[in-house]
């Protein structure tokens, strides 16, 4: 079963560093999305990427985020100074169509410590 | 996007048949209701989609009553391993992709 594929799985980082977290969505998935979870809270939508620019972003997504897709199948989240609020697990998600249909492909996520 | 209510948790044991009721009262005509399935520490992960009546495939099976304001989420014989919070989730399949979580069903499966 194809999956998407995040690293570092946990990162740990001092306050006011950048940080890029990484991601390989499933090969023939045009769609690419970036949510995250605050230890014992919901799963929250940060970002949506399609033909290589945002659809759309949350609140939560300003301007210390930032979202690229470099190459044929890297898809990068990038944080510029990290704030310890910014600890969270981050999961990439991928699927084949608009909206989701059948599905999103969620990661296994990164845990992001900020300290 | 439509609100959805979920108990917060359930209990159940291993070879039992589980029932997860989702409330959506405010569900617009093009909104699709899809379920997911998280482990802790894990990312979610897809478990069935429906429009109407009766959805099924290899892990659960989704009922729709006609009016659409509730769905059912089957488990057929679960096991410990289906420990994990299940989520509903109801939208329009043209959107975006901002998925919105709630809080979830925390099921719980005893031996």
């Known amino acids: 079963e194809p999956e998407v594929t995040q690293t570092p799985s946990h990162q740990v980082t001092q306050m006011g560093q950048e940080v890029i977290l990484r991601c390989v969505p499933i090969s023939n998935h045009l769609y690419f999305y970036w949510y995250r979870q605050i230890l014992g809270q919901k799963v929250e939508f940060l970002v949506s990427?399609?033909?290589?620019?945002?659809?759309?972003k949350s609140e939560i997504f300003d301007d210390q985020f930032s979202v690229e897709r470099p190459d044929g199948s890297n898809f990068t989240l990038k944080i510029r100074s990290t704030k310890l609020e910014d600890s969270a697990m981050y999961f990439c998600?991928?699927?084949?169509?608009?909206?989701?249909?059948?599905?999103?492909?969620f990661g296994s996520g990164t845990r992001l410590t900020v300290v | 996007l439509a609100k959805t209510t979920q108990p917060i948790s359930m209990d159940s044991y291993e070879g039992q048949e589980v029932n997860i009721t989702c409330s959506h009262n405010n569900i617009a005509t093009n909104d699709y209701i899809t379920w997911y399935q998280q482990f802790p520490s894990q990312g979610p992960r897809f478990i069935i989609q429906g429009y109407k009546t009766k959805v099924t495939n290899e892990v659960a099976s989704l009922f729709i009553p006609a009016d659409r304001k509730s769905s059912t989420l089957s488990l057929p014989r679960v096991s410990l391993s289906d420990t994990a919070v299940y989520y509903c989730?109801?939208?329009?399949?043209?959107?975006?992709?901002?998925?919105?979580f709630g809080k979830g069903t925390k099921l719980s499966v005893k031996p």
């Open positions: 990427f399609y033909n290589n620019e945002i659809s759309e």
């Open positions: 989730l109801v939208g329009d399949r043209r959107s975006q992709g901002n998925l919105i």
């Open positions: 998600a991928s699927s084949e169509a608009l909206g989701g249909g059948g599905g999103y492909t």
